[in-house]
């Protein structure tokens, strides 16, 4: 959903993701705070986390800036990648991941409804207002796990919720677990395929699925702005 | 919660307030809506029609008073409780999704179950159900997204209707709609009211589809209820006048009695400002005034008129835009009242119109009054038909023309040349349009 993350030098391997986890948390919690209150539209949702995502990474370089030594570990950190991948790490992502997401996945009737606006949602009897804020701690949990320890992998929840719709149907039942699946399975066609493709130079997986995902999600745009105006004829 | 109780209202609103910061948008309305009733709620734009609405719904939170559903306070009602008693349908519905109608249809059966439980047989077959009263049985496969504007409102009443609520709300339903898609929505939810007993309350915007469908009309204006009762009752000249700031022609179908009304004209600008422009005195009987004074009512002009005969359409339609005028007798010679009244008019005009009417020997006068008053005022002939055809005083008439063209009136062949001469020679509202030194 809303990227974001947030970064604090570290020497040792387990505070990168350790504070990335708690800064995407605040971060997350941040955004609901600013959006509170009244019915706000997901379109304000979004803009803030551009607007505090911006004001994040400017934060980043200043850091990075006046503090010249951790810049390597945090410019991989930043590309993204599965080089952390072993066995602890592998347990907490998929730990998290499964009971996250199934929790997700329970408040997929009600999603369905908030997908026609809040007030129809509500006036259906879905309390929209909790369950958004409900969803929105849940996904920013699911995403900050996965980005604490891989770094920045962009595209792959982007893109894969669109072929599952276009595999199956918008039911939220099935796009929340779909979608986690065919992120997974991208996420790793991704890695062979720049494995074979680019032996020995280990281009990071954040540059391959963008450079991969940018032209798909365009072309799901595009796709999805002429079935609109069609439906409206 | 306690079940309906068949006694009381569906629906009762107990000096119910709502504001917005320091603007009041509903200032305490009474409101008892029995079981079965199809009510419909009137008013101009920002008159609090939808805040009544959102209110009962629980979306708008109230600042005063109760809202009571089936007998049970709303407050207390938690969200599904209440959509159990409440289906909505709003103004517009856009999804972003694409979903199949079938699943859309189910979608109103949430308030049914909790967030484990799968959709039940009977669910489905409510849908179907839903989905068959509307008519779009055949499109339970299709993507909600193909469907056409008036399709998808069916599929919105649909789905308001799988939630199986005994009160329903509508939000300006065919705001977007054809006239067709208008009745076929309309009759369909005064089916629903009719043999289904279900209560509806619905914001309508077209006086005469309320009046047309609804049992009742309740008016409100400014969050105040100004008006409340049977469609043909409610509707009143006086009360559209008030409340729009319309004129309108009110007739009633003698085939139903049902009221429709045929809008006229502002008697002010929507914002309340009144007509600046003349004013000017329009001269005509037999029905030739009227379009005259349509136009140029509309054209913002304050207007004035004589002699017109009694019972002459002339005479309604001057009447119906609250022009003055001085009135006569049907096929009387014109009485020294009338032509007195019709003086005094004339002086106060600061621009004349004669329009195209049938000059016989006992309108003569009419013509003849406009004599002195060439050279002191801009004076219109419409002179189409011209008046050799409509000259039943054996040229006298035709004679009294010749002399007011002379003296320098203006012969104009129809409505937009008298507008854009107006414009030109007429008055603006300030000075009197007299150039030519005054006769004594």
């Known amino acids: ?233 | 919660m306690r079940p309906s109780t068949a006694a009381g209202p569906a629906l009762r609103l107990t000096g119910l307030r709502v504001a917005y910061g320091d603007r009041v948008a509903l200032a305490g309305i009474d409101l008892d809506v029995p079981t079965g009733q199809f009510l419909a709620l009137a008013g101009p734009n920002g008159s609090g029609k939808t805040t009544l609405l959102r209110s009962v719904l629980g979306l708008t939170e109230p600042s005063g008073g109760a809202i009571e559903l089936l007998g049970a306070p709303a407050g207390r009602l938690r969200v599904a409780e209440r959509a159990r008693r409440i289906a909505w349908v709003p103004q517009e519905e856009s999804p972003r999704d694409d979903v199949r109608l079938a699943d859309y249809v189910l979608y109103g059966r949430f308030a049914y179950h909790g967030a484990l439980d799968a959709e039940t047989a009977e669910d489905r077959a409510i849908a179907a159900r839903a989905l068959a009263e509307v008519g779009l049985s055949d499109r339970a496969g299709d993507g909600i997204l193909s469907l056409s504007g008036g399709e998808r409102q069916r599929a919105v009443l649909a789905r308001a209707l799988a939630q199986t609520a005994p009160i329903l709300l509508l939000d300006e339903p065919t705001a977007h709609l054809d006239i067709a898609h208008q009745l076929d929505l309309f009759g369909r939810v005064r089916r629903l009211a009719r043999d289904g007993g279900v209560t509806i309350v619905a914001a309508v915007h077209d006086l005469n589809l309320a009046a047309r469908f609804a049992d009742r009309i309740v008016v409100l204006s400014h969050g105040r209820q100004v008006a409340d009762g049977a469609p043909d009752r409610v509707l009143t000249a006086e009360l559209l006048a008030r409340v729009w700031g319309i004129v309108a022609d009110l007739r009633r179908d003698p085939r139903t009695g049902i009221p429709y009304l045929i809008p006229q004209t502002l008697l002010s600008a929507p914002g309340g400002v009144p007509p600046t422009l003349g004013p000017v005195h329009v001269v005509g009987g037999g029905g030739s005034a009227s379009p005259v004074l349509v136009r140029l009512a509309d054209e913002g002009y304050r207007l004035s008129a004589g002699v017109l005969p009694l019972l002459d359409s002339d005479a309604e339609t001057a009447q119906a835009l609250a022009v003055p005028a001085a009135i006569e007798a049907p096929f009387a010679p014109i009485g020294s009242a009338a032509a007195k009244r019709n003086l005094e008019l004339l002086e106060a005009a600061r621009a004349i119109v004669v329009a195209p009417f049938p000059v016989g020997p006992s309108n003569l006068e009419n013509l003849a009054s406009v004599l002195p008053f060439v050279g002191r005022r801009p004076v219109a002939l419409l002179d189409a038909p011209p008046i050799a055809a409509r000259d039943f005083t054996g040229g006298r008439a035709t004679e009294i023309y010749e002399r007011l063209a002379a003296g320098g009136a203006e012969r104009l062949a129809d409505a937009d040349a008298l507008v854009a001469w107006l414009k030109v020679r007429g008055p603006p509202g300030s000075a009197p349009g007299a150039p030519a030194p005054a006769a004594t």
């Open chain 1, 1 to 233: 959903m809303i990227y974001v993350y947030r970064f604090q030098p570290a020497e040792a391997d387990v505070y990168l993701p350790l504070f990335a986890f708690l800064g995407a948390i605040a971060t997350g919690l941040l955004i609901l705070g600013v959006a509170r209150g009244r019915y706000s539209s997901v379109e304000t949702l979004l803009l803030t986390g551009v607007a505090l995502a911006n004001l994040l990474s400017a934060i980043l370089s200043l850091l990075l800036l006046y503090n010249p030594t951790g810049s390597e570990q945090v410019t991989f950190w930043l590309l993204g990648g599965l080089g952390l991948a072993s066995w602890p790490v592998d347990g907490i992502a998929a730990g998290s991941v499964l009971v996250l997401g199934t929790l997700l996945t329970l408040h997929g009737r009600e999603l369905n409804l908030i997908q026609l606006g809040n007030d129809v949602a509500q006036s259906a009897g879905v309390d929209a207002r909790r369950v958004r804020v409900r969803v929105i701690l849940l996904a920013s949990m699911a995403t900050a796990v996965a980005v604490a320890f891989t770094g920045i992998i962009g595209f792959v929840g982007l893109v894969s919720p669109h072929i599952v719709r276009r595999l199956f149907r918008s039911d939220y039942r099935i796009v929340l677990p779909g979608a986690a699946l065919v992120g997974a399975l991208f996420l790793l066609t991704a890695r062979d395929v720049s494995y074979v493709f680019f032996v020995g130079s280990l281009l990071p997986l954040g540059i391959f699925t963008a450079f991969a995902g940018v032209p798909f999600f365009l072309y799901l745009l595009y796709r999805q702005r002429r079935a609109s105006t069609m439906g409206a004829m």
